[in-house]
C-alpha cells in the first residue's frame, strides 16, 4: 500500500519491555552478566535498565489468567509471542568474547558462535526468564 508523502525518521528499536516470572533474578542478571545500568525502579514490580542506546523494561509477570480462573476455565491465549531479543555488537570478534564471558558466568549457550551466510556472526542464550538472546555482530547493525 503506497502511503503519499516523506516517512517520518526512526532510530530503530530501541527500547523492549519483558514480563519476567522473578523481577530480582531476572534484574541481577542483566545487570551483573550484561552489564546494564539501572535507570528507573518506579516500584517494586518494574525496572528499566539501559547499555548504550538500549532501554530494557522488566515487568514483574502477573499471575496467568490460568492461575486465578475458576476451576475448568479456560485460560486465554495470552503468552508473549516474542520470538528472541538481538544484541548488536561493533566487532565479529565481541560474539566470542562475549561467548567466553557468558560461559564463565555460567550461562549455557543455546547455540555457539557461528558465521552466517550473509556474513554476520551470532549466538544464543537464555535469559533467567527463558527469553532468548542474541548476540550478533551484523554489519549494518554494528557500525
Do not use: C, K
Amino acid at each position: 500500500m503506497p502511503v503519499p508523502g516523506p516517512r517520518p525518521a526512526l532510530l530503530g528499536i530501541r527500547h523492549v519491555a519483558l514480563f519476567v516470572p522473578r523481577l530480582d533474578v531476572a534484574e541481577r542478571f542483566w545487570v551483573d552478566v550484561m552489564g546494564y545500568t539501572i535507570e528507573w525502579r518506579p516500584d517494586d514490580e518494574n525496572v528499566y535498565l539501559t547499555a548504550g542506546a538500549d532501554n530494557l523494561a522488566l515487568h514483574a509477570a502477573r499471575p496467568s489468567a490460568e492461575e486465578t480462573a475458576p476451576q475448568g476455565a479456560q485460560r486465554p491465549d495470552d503468552a508473549q509471542r516474542l520470538d528472541h531479543i538481538g544484541l548488536a555488537v561493533p566487532n565479529e570478534e565481541d560474539v566470542d568474547a562475549w561467548a567466553g564471558h557468558l560461559t564463565a558466568a555460567g550461562v549455557a549457550l543455546e547455540a555457539a558462535p557461528r558465521t552466517h551466510r550473509d556474513g554476520s556472526r551470532s549466538l544464543y542464550f537464555r535469559a533467567p526468564d527463558g527469553t532468548l538472546v542474541q548476540i550478533i555482530y551484523h554489519r549494518p547493525l554494528s557500525q
